[in-house]
């Protein structure tokens, strides 16, 4: 849907375009309003609320009318950042359809108060081999989820699954598609914290995450970080295998390569002629941690020293091969490749990348890994031909004090972009473009790749910016992750929104802003404040690629998505008590529970199967007891089971938390508790 300004203005093509213009008159009328071109209704509505020529061109082409939800052409899989959960928004209209609840517990959707499906998945996420948690704090009770990555088959987005990292904690979630659940959530052993990922390959079958800061390799040794940062920190890149039919991690076919203690940042997947390959940049190669009150330099000052830094080039398809060989060390149960491994069989090479890097993004076809160095205001562009070229020649510059070959940046270089200050993430459109976010300029600058895109004078030039508001982190273009982007849009997430909306208290929202990338100069349609964490990262999917359920086959644990042996039919009910335990086998529907009355011993141990029975699409019910703490969300056709123990005397509330039907505040009962 591409409308200009002067059709708009001149009513035509609008029926073409699929909106109905109905009684409002475009140009139908000679008398102007004001300083407008647009006469009647919509000249006079335009001109009482301020708003220009543009302005309501911008909203003809993000409006998306009542009852006509297929116009929002995408939806967007944005992260929340430290609210640990991950946003679903329509393009263009930009408007939230769900958060989906992932490592932080969510009432809403029952997620993480006692239901099995999100408490028993929430609890797996804590368990790491080798990790640690507070005796005193022991739970999880956050994430920040910073990348999703959408599953691809062929380089192509499927609709199976997203995975997305937690910043914090080095854990990895997956949410299932087909019903918009986590599923699981896996904690990476020796991983600290984490950054690079998540990236799929391009057929899904690993979900890559790398280390940020580096792992304490002796837990036992925590001063050694001062005295021995080199020999005793170590980085990880982590290649999760994926099952295929199930799309949850496997643990044991999965393995890692050992890296440098550098600071792993932003990572990306090869595709198409570079498959089998990723991509890791670092910084910090100076290798600083700080203590500025011990006459150390801050971070800061001691990781911006060097003028390159190191991409990691890792070749995971051999990696594949060298644990084949049972090349490889179990720490803390992962197959580990050491890094004297991984250079001596060719998996690991460096090449130099400028001043504090941040994003790697591989280009459509493969070839072009652009990079986005925030201390340069390039943007290095590298082509795969001439890293390969460089592995197999051995045309290395050095190698480094780990010992890793690091391949001569003039060889690797197929072109350099003057962009703007602080470059960072790079996104793809349909036509060989490159859309380069600016975080100091709080602008985004669009450049031309080379071959096979454009060649000669037209290669690798700087066509146009656009300024946004106000310093810009990651960018997302129509599956501009893909080997087939659709342009279109691109989304700006901005950091601030001074200005930009109402004032509401003193956290203001963060701003996403849509684009429009189907002119040749980029235009701005519309501000949307994010009211719910700081997004980091978003990936965009054609809607039609989303085929979820809507109801689920009667009595579906969400959890296995196969049928719970626990599952009661319509209006089934049955309660048993076994020594000191009380099972109750419950039907959920409009308007009751199926039985509405448990009778319970103080100290019993009880278990109750909750079973949806509706037919009907939002038939969503819900169970709490509130006291207890607990609230489950009961979706059609969904099993559930609650186990707890009745530690507390008295009769408790038993009720439906959805308004499901005329009579829902009659969905109530009781579980009296005796002593
Ligand atoms: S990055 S701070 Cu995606 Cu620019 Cu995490
Ligand atoms: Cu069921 Cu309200």
């Not at 102007?32 to 209704?41: I, M, P, V």
């Not at 941690?289 to 991409?311: H, I, L, Q, T, Y």
């Amino acid at each position: 849907m591409s409308i200009t300004r002067r059709e708009l203005l001149q009513g035509a093509a609008i029926g073409g375009a699929g909106l109905v213009v109905g009684k409002v008159a475009f140009g139908g009328d000679a008398t102007t309003t004001g300083d407008t071109a647009l006469s009647g209704d919509v000249g006079k509505i335009a001109a009482e609320r301020g708003l220009l020529d543009e302005d309501v061109i911008h909203a003809v082409k993000t409006f998306v009318a009542p009852g006509k939800p297929s116009m929002d052409s995408h939806l967007l899989f944005a992260s929340g950042g430290h609210s640990g959960q991950i946003l679903v928004m329509g393009v263009p209209s930009m408007k939230l359809m769900k958060v989906i609840a992932v490592f932080t517990p969510e009432p809403w959707q029952g997620h993480g108060y006692g239901a099995d499906s999100s408490d028993l998945v929430m609890a797996a996420g804590t368990s790491a081999e080798g990790g640690a948690v507070s005796a005193s704090r022991p739970k999880l009770g956050w994430g920040d989820t910073h990348h999703p990555a959408l599953s691809e088959t062929g380089g192509e987005y499927d609709g199976r699954w997203i995975y997305i990292n937690d910043r914090a904690n080095g854990r990895i979630a997956m949410v299932d598609l087909r019903d918009f659940k986590t599923k699981q959530i896996f904690d990476v052993p020796n991983l600290e914290t984490s950054h690079g990922g998540c990236f799929v390959t391009q057929n899904s079958d690993y979900v890559h995450i790398s280390t940020m800061q580096p792992t304490l390799t002796d837990r036992s040794k925590a001063e050694s970080l001062i005295t021995d940062y080199k020999n005793v920190m170590r980085g990880y890149s982590t290649f999760m295998a994926i099952n295929q039919t199930t799309g949850r991690m496997e643990q044991e076919r999965s393995f890692q390569i050992e890296l440098p203690p550098y600071t792993q940042d932003l990572a990306d997947s090869g595709k198409l002629v570079s498959d089998g390959y990723a991509f890791i940049n670092s910084f910090n190669t100076e290798m600083a941690f700080g203590g500025n009150m011990e006459g150390r330099p801050p971070m800061e000052v001691g990781a911006s020293k060097n003028d390159f830094d190191m991409m990691h080039i890792i070749n995971w398809k051999l990696a594949e091969q060298v644990i084949k060989d049972g090349k490889f060390e179990m720490i803390n149960g992962m197959r580990v490749i050491r890094l004297d491994v991984a250079v001596a069989e060719g998996v690991l090479h460096f090449v130099p990348e400028p001043k504090s890097p941040h994003g790697v993004d591989v280009s459509p076809d493969g070839n072009y890994l652009c990079v986005g160095g925030k201390l340069d205001p390039h943007v290095t562009i590298f082509g795969f031909d001439k890293i390969l070229a460089a592995i197999e020649s051995k045309d290395y510059e050095k190698l480094d004090e780990f010992g890793v070959p690091v391949l001569k940046f003039d060889s690797c270089v197929a072109g350099r972009v003057e962009v703007g200050l602080g470059p960072l993430h790079t996104q793809y459109d349909d036509k060989g473009y490159g859309y380069i976010s600016l975080f100091l300029d709080s602008a985004v600058a669009k450049f031309s790749l080379g071959e096979p895109y454009f060649s000669g004078e037209e290669a690798f030039k700087l066509v146009d910016t656009l300024k946004v508001n106000y310093n810009v982190g990651h960018l997302v273009a129509m599956e501009g992750d893909t080997v087939k982007p659709d342009g279109k849009y691109l989304v700006a997430l901005n950091k601030w929104s001074i200005d930009r909306f109402p004032v509401v208290g003193t956290l203001k929202p963060q701003n996403f802003q849509l684009i429009d990338l189907t002119g040749e100069k980029m235009e701005l349609l519309s501000d949307t404040p994010i009211g719910i964490g700081e997004p980091h990262y978003v990936q965009s999917i054609r809607t039609e690629r989303i085929k979820s359920w809507e109801v689920y086959p009667a009595g579906t644990n969400p959890l296995t998505m196969e049928l719970d042996p626990n599952a009661v039919a319509d209006g089934g009910q049955r309660v048993e008590r076994t020594g000191t335990t009380v099972e109750a086998w419950m039907t959920v529907m409009r308007s009751q529970f199926m039985p509405d009355t448990l009778h319970v011993t103080k100290g019993d141990k009880v278990i109750v199967h909750l079973t949806n029975v509706e037919e009907t699409p939002d038939a969503t019910h819900g169970f709490a007891i509130p006291r207890y703490n607990i609230n489950v969300s009961l979706d059609p056709g969904e099993c559930a089971t609650v186990e707890f123990i009745a530690d507390a005397e008295g009769a408790f509330a038993m009720y439906c938390t959805e308004f499901c039907s005329a009579l829902h505040l009659e969905m109530q009962g009781w579980m009296l508790v005796s002593v």
